[in-house]
């Protein structure tokens, strides 16, 4: 695979992620902002959606921990930003 080729997939691989990222924050908007939240409850949340994701049985199940474990470390992410 060329350099180029790499880049490409890379943009179209993280977009996709973003935008199931975004799908899964707004289907969620009705629980309020994470901003309201502390590190301590984000690194929890987190370590469940991992564990979860350790114990998922099917791609499906793996696909939408990803997008979880991504959300709430995002969380993190912004709130200490």
């Known amino acids: 695979m060329t ?3 790499k880049r490409m ?3 179209i691989v993280t977009y996709s992620f973003r935008s199931k ?6 289907l969620n908007n ?5 901003k309201k939240c502390s590190n ?4 929890r949340r987190l370590e469940e959606e ?9 791609e499906e199940d ?8 991504a959300n709430f470390a995002m969380m993190i992410w ?3 930003f």
């Open 50 to 58: 991992l564990e979860e994701l350790k114990n998922a049985k099917n």
């Open 3 to 5: 350099d180029k080729i």
């Open 9 to 11: 997939y890379n943009k």
């Open 40 to 43: 301590e409850y984000l690194i």
């Open 62 to 69: 793996i696909v939408k921990e990803a997008i979880d474990i």
């Open 21 to 26: 990222m975004i799908e899964v924050l707004n």
């Open 78 to 80: 912004d709130n200490n």
């Open 30 to 34: 009705y629980k309020g902002s994470w």
